[in-house]
């Protein structure tokens, strides 16, 4: 097999950090020596209450009167004993983290030699030396759609050296390209060669350290609230420690702050320096078809991970979960016209991005890890490197491809079979196909031009429509109302609406920003508010003109029908006005559903919950449960919907209608009401808005 490059000397790179790289490590170092500090300070407090309270203690014992012994000189002796404890106590919360063992999780990672993967590691050696590299310790396999450097954090570490190891993700190799693989191991790489790496390590183990004292306080808490119920007075000292506890966790809650976001602008930098080593071995065409490919790659990865929970349900399992996902990226690709290479890799252009529609609001995002895609392709492209492209499949590298991708999806599976041998392998030509047919059921016909897709149908204020005249009809045709400039304006019509809510929850202090840009122009937060009544107008003209082309498009099919057939013209007006009064039922259902929802899981996700502060929830599962029961009564007399239910669901509503759930039977929730409450609304909900979907594309079929 020839190589992806030469690993010759010419070959080798060393990009040297630019000047914004260092500035954040320097930023990021004093983040990190004032938290030593801040902490250093907090044990030196922490130290001489402890003082002070081993004074008292003792101070106490030494009081207390041994000859007689008595019950007084007993309770002073207690006592003084539990002032120390607590003493000890504080220290202890501030240095338990050095006990604590963060165990990595290796279920879903499979090691790899070079004795298994001989060509696969040739290229791995070629990179370390192109990058000046040192090699990882060790090769992981992954499932996801990713590469990664993984290393063991603890405290100790940060005072010596740590091997680190190399993690790819198998739905990475899917993706890829031999060239976009290199490019993206070499990005790794550049992050090994970074002495920043030993920051990272840095930081993370101050993350650690923090989150440790800000929220694994289990075991200290239950030994506070043990000694508390001993005595009284343990219960007074209990109270004081967890004071001075709550005031040393503000001020790390503040330097948790202060250290992330140094951080966070530091992983920029690094994500950009390591962007430049890759670049160096691969090339700029395999980094931005790299990062265009993973993008798409990564949604379909996520789609089949999905999938796993209700294919083990039906006692079913993707026997190769990769041939699945690569599956699903080429069903995408042909049905929105992107051509695949003779590899069979999606070829994503620059038209296929220009045709979203992007936010004209941008946030500066302080907590964003990674630039965005088009920060890092403008970057590529700028840097214009030319290398030989490999187009082959990534795979090329690996030995026994196929078994690995049957090996770890076995692993994937795994959480959700019970019992192996009664799962059948699901054949992926099976589930594509299915895939497939349920895509084109749910599809509008492709004249409209995705102009209804997403979207219900008008509202009309007239219910007697007339047909439009002659010299009108003449300028008009299905391919001038849906013609690709209309859709970009309904489109940029809604996101505008989206953009007004961001501006406003600006305006009103709900995202918390000190400056936000719209259309590339940078605006203090207090700006929103002008902003946004700028864009409303926009808003408002827009609205007026969708409106008008939407009656004007229903005008015009009406016409074309009663031009045909004047009755079939009538009964498609009605079965429209029909498709409006669904559309009205499954709104009112959707807001009760979404109210539902909330209680149950604020019932089953908050921390803390008494039966007193959970009791708004069960009144509220009463109301909307009452709600849901007068639309379902409505819609089983509607056999366009309710005759799609199956016998369980029709067996699940006929029960809720005949009793009145009360959803808490004393101080215990009634599991079984709220279940079904539960399955009745959402499994409804679903089917009739995928019914309206149905009825949607059904007039618009019969109109052509």
Not at 375 to 396: D, F, G, H, M, V
Not at 556 to 580: C, M, R, S, V
Not at 660 to 687: A, C, D, F, K, R
Request: hydrophobic share 45%; glycine share 4%; charged share 20%.
């Amino acid at each position: 097999m020839s190589n992806s490059f030469s690993a010759g000397p010419e070959n080798s790179t060393t990009v040297q950090p630019a000047k914004s790289f260092r500035l954040q490590v320097l930023k990021m170092m004093g983040s990190i020596l004032l938290f030593f500090v801040t902490y250093g300070l907090l044990l030196i407090y922490a130290g001489i209450l402890a003082a002070i309270f081993l004074w008292a203690g003792v101070s106490l014992i030494m009081f207390a009167p041994l000859h007689p012994i008595t019950i007084f000189s007993i309770l002073l002796f207690i006592t003084g004993l539990g002032i120390i404890f607590m003493g000890m106590m504080q220290v202890l919360f501030l240095i338990k983290f050095l006990f604590t063992r963060q165990q990595q999780d290796l279920s879903l990672r499979i090691p790899i030699t070079r004795e298994e993967q001989p060509a696969l590691f040739d290229c791995l050696h070629q990179i370390a030396r192109a990058t000046k590299t040192r090699f990882p310790k060790k090769v992981y396999l992954a499932p996801g759609v990713n590469a990664a450097v993984i290393y063991p954090v603890r405290f100790m570490n940060m005072f010596w050296p740590v091997g680190k190891n190399l993690e790819i993700g198998l739905g990475l190799v899917n993706s890829l390209n031999v060239s976009e693989f290199t490019m993206a191991i070499a990005h790794e790489f550049g992050h090994f060669s970074q002495r920043s790496m030993k920051l990272a390590s840095y930081v993370y183990t101050v993350n650690r350290m923090i989150y440790n004292m800000l929220y694994e306080n289990q075991s200290w808490h239950k030994t506070m609230s043990w000694i508390s119920g001993r005595w009284i007075v343990f219960a007074l000292l209990a109270r004081i420690n967890l004071r001075i506890v709550s005031d040393i966790q503000k001020a790390l809650r503040l330097m948790y702050g202060i250290v992330n976001k140094q951080y966070m602008a530091l992983r920029r930098e690094m994500e950009f320096h390591a962007d430049e080593v890759a670049m160096k071995v691969a090339g700029s065409d395999a980094a931005v078809s790299a990062m265009r490919r993973l993008e798409i790659s990564g949604f379909f990865y996520e789609h089949c991970l999905l999938q796993l929970p209700e294919m083990a349900r039906q006692q079913r399992r993707f026997g190769n979960i990769y041939e699945v996902h690569r599956s699903l990226i080429r069903l995408y690709a042909s049905q929105h016209e992107i051509a695949l290479d003779e590899h069979q890799l999606p070829m994503v252009t620059n038209s296929y991005f220009s045709s979203f529609l992007l936010s004209r609001v941008h946030l500066p995002d302080q907590w964003a890890t990674h630039p965005s895609r088009e920060e890092r392709e403008q970057r590529y492209i700028a840097a214009n490197i030319n290398k030989t492209l490999r187009p082959e499949s990534a795979w090329q590298l690996f030995r026994h491809a196929e078994e690995l991708q049957e090996q770890m999806s076995n692993l994937l599976n795994q959480p959700f079979i019970q019992q192996p041998g009664q799962y059948a392998a699901y054949p992926v030509e099976n589930f594509i196909a299915e895939t497939a047919t349920r895509i084109r059921d749910y599809s509008m016909p492709a004249v409209f031009n995705e102009y209804y897709d997403n979207r219900p149908f008008p509202l009309l204020s007239e219910t007697n429509i007339t047909p439009l005249p002659n010299e009108q009809m003449a300028a008009l045709s299905t391919a001038t109302l849906y013609a690709e400039n209309n859709v970009q304006r309904l489109r940029a019509y809604f996101r505008d609406i989206q953009d007004a809510e961001t501006l406003h929850a600006i305006q009103q202090g709900q995202i918390k920003t000190r400056y936000f840009e719209f259309e590339g122009k940078q605006y203090p937060a207090n700006a929103a508010g002008k902003v946004r009544i700028k864009l409303q107008s926009s808003i408002r003209q827009e609205a007026e003109w969708l409106q008008a082309h939407d009656i004007l498009a229903i005008h015009y099919h009406y016409t074309i029908a009663f031009q045909k057939d004047p009755a079939n013209a009538k009964l498609l007006l009605e079965k429209y006005f029909k498709l409006i009064e669904h559309q009205g039922i499954c709104w009112q259902l959707n807001d009760i559903v979404g109210r539902i929802l909330h209680s149950v899981s604020s019932l089953f996700s908050e921390q803390g919950l008494t039966m007193a502060s959970a009791q708004p929830y069960f009144d509220s599962l009463v109301d909307e449960g009452a709600l849901l029961r007068k639309i379902l009564q409505r819609m089983k007399q509607m056999p366009e919907v309710s005759g799609g239910w199956d016998a369980a669901l029709q067996e699940k509503v006929s029960h809720f209608m005949r009793y009145n759930y009360s959803y808490i039977n004393g101080n215990e929730p009634v599991m079984e009401e709220i279940t079904n409450l539960h399955e009745i609304s959402t499994t409804v909900m679903e089917q009739y808005n995928n019914s309206i979907i149905l009825m949607k594309k059904a007039w618009l079929e019969a109109v052509l």
